[in-house]
């Protein structure tokens, strides 16, 4: 037995060993963004027997930085069967993705709320406590567009169109090399490069047509894409790989990066040339995707660069950001636009007639992938409002993005890796058939207002400007509600539970969508508080009195203090044997002889208004007790506010008898 056991542990530490140096090989094309070369090497020792949970994130990895979340989402899962402490913060955020792709949302929020038990708070997980029914929200959005998978897409990829002036032509980015019969292919994904395409738009039917290749000056053996165009048409900004003037340059991890170019033309019908790098790009970091504000002046891109969020493992993300424009031509420091930016990725900005700023983002609470997003803007130009998710079927649980309209015709285009299409990307046409909705989603908790404790089952009842019932909900458990209200309106919100009086608050909706907190506190009612009332206790409790507040070195009734000597009023006239000891209180200021004087004529002036009312003399007896019982630390010498002195001048209703 001893025997075979040692046989078995060798025969097994060669297939580990052998294994392992498969994994070393695994990882460098990993680490060389050869993710389809690491994909056949990971499956292999997989189906060879040798898992751990590296194996598992980086497999997974191949196939979600190819956008194939289907089979990134098995991986994944695979991952989370490990110590949930152990797992990167990363691969939360990466499953959570997957699953929303595969539509498992229920599991994508237990994968979060495990998120938030071990990893604690930060960007993401903010956004989704601010937007817990975001799948509603996005529910409200859609329906907005008719969309169509444009008949040009071809088996590969066809994305990220933008308009070409002063014409009907559409430029896109395609790996549709159909000037040779070799493909050239990039190696992290076997897939052809891409190239800048132009095409003729169809008015009626938006199809694209008589598509031709840009020139060979700007399309060149490596990527290019996105592109946008000044007003006269004739200044093109793109993104391409980091090759200029024939030179292949990467970063010192040896990463080529992205970077936006220049090219010009002196008519519609000269070829492009005069092609330059913009002065901010960088061979150690990302610049792409850019747009041009409606006046021209401002650039805005994406970019991975210094001074963009990080990611839970303080690795930086894509951000959007923006330079201006001078009248020279010439470029400012890149601005980054913290109104919009996540610690996922931000990309595909674009800014429509209208002043609508949309991009696309992974950071933001979505339905999986890449999600468009638009913000309004404000008088310069810059998003500053909610960022809304437009909804399907613009968005889908796969990567959507590119996204352009036409505000006049409601007209537009955007590109997707949905399974539904023809390539690993598409380019869909789409109809706005509707505005946008303006609504506020406000939610809150019901408390218990002397506790703070939760209040399950209270009834929660929403009433417009009118007063009229518009819903009623009884709360559950968690003693939460929620309502979606119009923008700019005015309503009141009631919470009601049995034994407790009515809370309102009143609601002025803003004139954009977004996400409005209001707690409502019910307090013990009046009725079950005098049930349980004793000798001694004061009626500023009972009654709910706000205090009754005097002038500085006055006697006199103020008009406050009338409407709450009211309630004393009622009270004592419900209970026609009580008997009331009014106690009046000074603040500190003149010498303690004066105030014991002056709180003995408040005492006696508030007795007189409640005999003057009704009120026997012989059930009411009052005196004044000065300083000596101030409720803060402002005594003889101390410097304090008027606030906190006025807090001093104060009258107590005890209750001496009840029957």
């Known amino acids: 037995m001893t025997k075979k056991l040692f046989i078995l542990f060798v025969l097994l530490s060669g297939v580990t060993f052998g294994q392992k140096e498969k994994v070393?090989?695994?990882?460098?094309?990993?680490?060389?963004?050869?993710?389809?070369d690491a994909q056949k090497m990971y499956l292999s020792i997989v189906k060879n027997g040798y898992e751990n949970k590296e194996v598992f994130e980086k497999l997974g990895d191949t196939y979600y930085y190819n956008n194939d979340y289907t089979n990134a989402n098995i991986w994944y899962a695979k991952v989370f069967q490990y110590d949930a402490e152990s797992i990167d913060r990363n691969y939360y955020f990466k499953y959570i993705q997957t699953l929303k792709a595969i539509r498992d949302y229920d599991k994508a929020d237990e994968i979060l709320d495990l998120y938030a038990d071990v990893k604690g708070e930060d960007q993401y997980l903010d956004n989704y406590l601010n937007q817990p029914n975001y799948l509603e929200m996005i529910k409200r959005q859609s329906g907005r567009y008719e969309i169509k998978n444009l008949e040009m897409n071809s088996e590969i990829q066809d994305f990220g169109t933008s308009y070409l002036p002063n014409s009907n032509s559409i430029v896109y980015a395609s790996s549709q090399d159909t000037a040779s019969l070799v493909k050239r292919r990039h190696k992290w994904n076997e897939r052809?490069?891409?190239?800048?395409?132009?095409?003729?738009?169809?008015?009626?039917?938006?199809?694209l047509k008589d598509e031709v290749?840009?020139?060979?000056?700007?399309?060149?053996?490596?990527?290019?894409?996105?592109?946008?165009?000044?007003s006269d048409g004739n200044t093109m900004f793109f993104t391409r790989n980091n090759y200029v003037k024939r030179s292949y340059k990467t970063s010192s991890d040896e990463i080529n990066k992205l970077k936006i170019l220049k090219a010009t033309r002196v008519s519609s019908s000269a070829p492009w040339e005069n092609i330059t790098e913009l002065p901010f790009n960088s061979d150690e970091f990302s610049t792409a995707h850019p747009a041009l504000s409606k006046d021209g002046k401002r650039l805005f891109f994406a970019?991975?660069?210094?001074?963009s969020m990080t990611d839970g493992n303080n690795r930086l993300t894509s951000d959007i950001w923006y330079v201006t424009i001078d009248e020279n031509g010439e470029f400012s420091e890149p601005v980054n636009v913290k109104s919009v930016n996540t610690i996922g990725n931000d990309l595909f900005p674009f800014i429509s007639d209208n002043g609508d700023f949309y991009y696309s983002s992974t950071g933001h609470q979505g339905l999986g992938g890449l999600d468009v997003y638009v913000v309004q803007t404000d008088d310069k130009g810059l998003p500053v409002k909610e960022v809304i998710n437009i909804g399907k079927p613009?968005?889908?649980?796969?990567?959507?993005?590119?996204?352009i309209i036409k505000d006049s015709l409601k007209t537009g285009y955007f590109s997707s890796n949905r399974k539904s299409g023809k390539g690993l990307d598409d380019i869909y046409s789409f109809k706005q058939t509707k505005d946008l909705k303006c609504v506020v989603d406000i939610n809150g908790i019901v408390t218990n207002e002397e506790n703070g404790e939760l209040m399950?089952?209270?009834?929660?009842?929403?009433?417009?400007?009118?007063?009229?019932?518009?819903?009623?909900?009884?709360?559950?458990?968690?003693?939460?509600?929620?309502?979606?209200?119009?923008?700019?309106?005015?309503?009141s919100i009631r919470a009601q539970k049995e034994e407790f009086s009515i809370a309102e608050e009143f609601v002025q909706t803003p004139k954009v969508s977004t996400t409005l907190e209001q707690p409502l506190a019910v307090a013990k009612a009046v009725e079950d508080k005098v049930v349980d009332i004793k000798i001694g206790d004061d009626l500023n409790d009972i009654l709910d009195l706000n205090m009754i507040y005097f002038d500085f070195d006055k006697h006199n009734i103020r008009y406050d203090a009338e409407i709450e000597l009211q309630k004393v009023l009622a009270f004592m006239n419900a209970y026609p044997n009580s008997i009331i000891d009014?106690?009046?209180h000074t603040d500190s200021r003149a010498t303690d002889g004066y105030n014991i004087k002056l709180s003995d004529r408040r005492a006696k002036s508030t007795r007189a208004y409640l005999i003057m009312k009704g009120i026997k003399a012989n059930r009411l007896t009052a005196r004044g007790y000065g300083e000596y019982q101030l409720v803060n630390e402002c005594s003889n010498g101390v410097d304090c506010t008027e606030e906190q002195h006025q807090l001093n001048r104060r009258s107590e209703f005890i209750i001496m008898k009840l029957k």
């Not at 052809?192 to 199809?207: I, Q, R």
């Not at 290749?213 to 165009?229: G, Q």
């Open 213 to 230: 290749k840009l020139n060979k000056a700007l399309n060149t053996k490596f990527h290019e894409s996105n592109a946008v165009f000044t």
């Open 303 to 307: 970019s991975d660069r210094p001074g």
């Open 582 to 584: 009014i106690r009046s």
């Open 456 to 491: 399950p089952f209270a009834t929660v009842t929403l009433f417009d400007k009118d007063n009229k019932k518009i819903k009623s909900i009884v709360v559950g458990e968690d003693a939460a509600y929620s309502f979606v209200l119009e923008c700019g309106q005015n309503y």
């Open 192 to 207: 052809v490069f891409l190239n800048l395409y132009k095409a003729n738009a169809d008015s009626t039917t938006l199809e």
């Open 394 to 403: 613009v968005n889908s649980s796969y990567d959507d993005f590119a996204f």
């Open 24 to 36: 070393k090989e695994s990882n460098q094309d990993y680490k060389d963004l050869a993710y389809i």
